[in-house]
Each structure stands twice: as structure tokens, then as C-alpha cells.
């Protein structure tokens, strides 16, 4: 069926009025009228904010790098915000928010999947160590380079063939690299990485996991930018699972764009019965 233009135009607003509850990018004007060409220009500078050759070539990499470092750091590789995380407002992030919480699970047997933190660390044969690709065999090898954090990895950055998904060949170098580095404790793990190239900082996060035997918390917090537009986010998760009730997700999700005057996302949620194929939305 057709769908006349005035109705497709009503369905946009709708969809731009969902997505902008919550939202603000003035705080000294709350009654101020709502502007959706001014909250659609704000919504996309957030997804712009990552969408770089840097972020572009970290996320080809990502696999392997995840490959590399296992464990907790890992999965704060898995978790690299993006801007999927506005995809449909509150049920885009809170698609991410699941994929998320897959990272801080495990099965015990053949019981349902608990609140877990992967305590595994970096290997140590890795620590201080650049990786670099290697046309020959199309993967990521150690090398000789310096500059990696002795707590962590250092990956070099490569343009990426959009028909491929990997580094160009002959390799084109985007003067840029990626770092991973972790610390960790008996309970909680910390993971900082950083995506720089030609000396701009086009991502910077922290992920900070603790857990016990029923619940795990996981945060993730830094600032992506594509070097005119800058997105702060701040990702609490709160993951609640036993054997009888199953597991609950709540997050409490803020993005700000302090170079739109402050625009403002913020998603607050709870989901029960995340592991099954239907979850319910309190």
C-alpha cells in the first residue's frame, strides 16, 4: 500500500519525538518549544561522532584484537559504543545494552547463564606488545615496534577496503593505532582504550566490571568525536541473574554533545527474562 507523504511525514515526527524524550539542548530554557530540524541535526552529530576512518578501522580490527587480549578486555573490546546505540532510541540501546551483557555471563553446567566477570588477563607474553598486519598471512602479528602501554597492546591502524572489511593492500597507513590496556583485581576488572590517529583522539573509554555471585555492574564511559562533533557518554549496566528468577538487566544511559550546546540522551530501563526470546520492558 502506498503511504501518502503526509503520513510518512507523521511517522517521522513521531519517530524524532520518541527518540528526543529525554533529550534537552538547553537547560536554561525547559519550556522552550521543541525544534525537531534542530533535534534531527543534534541526533545525527551523535552517530557522526563515530563514524571516522579511525573508528572504522578499529572496529575491522576489533575481532582480533579481542582474539588477542581475551578475558575481560575483550569483552570491553565487544562493547565499543557506536552509533547503533541510537538506533530506534530506548529499544536501540537497549539492543546494545543485551548484545552487552552477553560478555558478562556464563554457564555453569547445564544451568541458565549467571552474572559473571571474566578474570582472565592479557597474556603476558603480549603485554608491551604493537601488532601489526601482515599481507601475507591477512592477520595481526607481534612485532618490534614500540609505544605499547606495558599493561597492554598496541594495534596498528590501516584504511579499510569497504568491499573486504580489511586493511587495504598495499597497506595504507592511517598513522594511527589503537590501545588496550587492563587492570584488574580479585573481583572487578578496568579496561581503558584508546583509537588515535594522525595525534587526535577519535575515541577514549574506560570499562569498569565488578560482579559477585549474583549481579555484575559494568560501566562505560569516555567521549567519541570525528573531530567537529564530540558525543560524552556515560552506559551503566546492572546485570541480576539466579538460578530461579533468571537474569534482569537496568541501564542508565547519558550521552551529551557538548559541541550542540549540550544536547542531552538519556535512556533509563529495566528488562527481566533477557535470556529467553521474549524479554519484558518494565
Known sequence: MRVPHSASRTVALATLVALAVGCSNDSAAPNAPFDPAGTSLDVAAVGESFNTP????????????????????????????????????????????????????????????????????????????????????????????????????????????????KPIEPLVSIDGHAEISLTETSNSSTVHIVVVSSDVTFLDYTVVASGTATSVDFSISGHATNGTDQVDFDLDNRLIGTDAAGLALSIDYELVVPTRGGFLLDFESTVSGIASDSPTTI
Open 54 to 165: 579511525a573508528l572504522q578501522a578499529y572496529g575491522a580490527a576489533s575481532a582480533e584484537i579481542s582474539d588477542v587480549v581475551g578475558g575481560s578486555a575483550a569483552a570491553a573490546v565487544r562493547g565499543t559504543p557506536s552509533a547503533a546505540l541510537l538506533a530506534g532510541g530506548k529499544a536501540g540501546a537497549l539492543r546494545y545494552a543485551r548484545a552487552l551483557s552477553r560478555n558478562y555471563t556464563a554457564r555453569v553446567g547445564a544451568r541458565q547463564p549467571l552474572p559473571a566477570v571474566a578474570a582472565a588477563e592479557i597474556p603476558a607474553e603480549y603485554l608491551g606488545v604493537t601488532f601489526v598486519w601482515d599481507v601475507e598471512t591477512d592477520t595481526y602479528v607481534p612485532s618490534d615496534l614500540s609505544g605499547a602501554p606495558s599493561n597492554g597492546v598496541r594495534f596498528e591502524l590501516y584504511a579499510i577496503s569497504p568491499v573486504t572489511g
